[in-house]
Nanobody
Framework: QVQLVESGGGLVQAGGSLRLSCAAS????????MGWFRQAPGKERELVAA????????YYADSVKGRFTISRDNAKNTVYLQMNSLKPEDTAVYYC???????????????????WGQGTQVTVSS
């Protein structure tokens, strides 16, 4: 099990940027594939981006491709989500999640993630 704590959310104007961080503690962070999800009011939780345990393989939802970048620093036990060119429709609570899979694979379904953070609110004003 790994404990996850997100930070970096806030209020930003459309076109602005934010960087979310997710700090992990507990078992070896480098053993986990990581993902960022978001959930807007009245909508289902959706995968935004994912990164593999090793080799830096990434996946992005079409809605954020070219604007968001996921990265990880295993020495700091942290995964990041750099969000640029933010839009009002990016407003949501953002969650990071950890799961176990093959080293070069990303996890793309929420059910395959074992551990979740509490979330951080991102609000983009128009």
């Amino acid at each position: 099990q790994v404990q996850l704590v997100e930070s970096g959310g806030g209020l930003v104007q459309a076109g602005g940027s934010l960087r979310l961080s997710c700090a992990a503690s507990g078992r070896t962070f480098s053993s986990y594939a990581m993902g960022w999800f978001r959930q807007a009011p009245g909508k289902e939780r959706e995968l935004v981006a994912a990164i593999s345990q090793r080799y830096g393989v990434t996946y992005y939802a079409d809605s954020v491709k070219g604007r968001f970048t996921i990265s990880r620093d295993n020495a700091k036990n942290t995964v990041y989500l750099q969000m640029n060119s933010l839009k009002p429709e990016d407003t949501a609570v953002y969650y990071c999640a950890a799961g176990v899979t093959s080293q070069a694979m990303t996890i793309r379904t929420s059910i395959e993630y074992d551990d979740w953070g509490q979330g951080t609110q991102v609000t983009v004003s128009s």
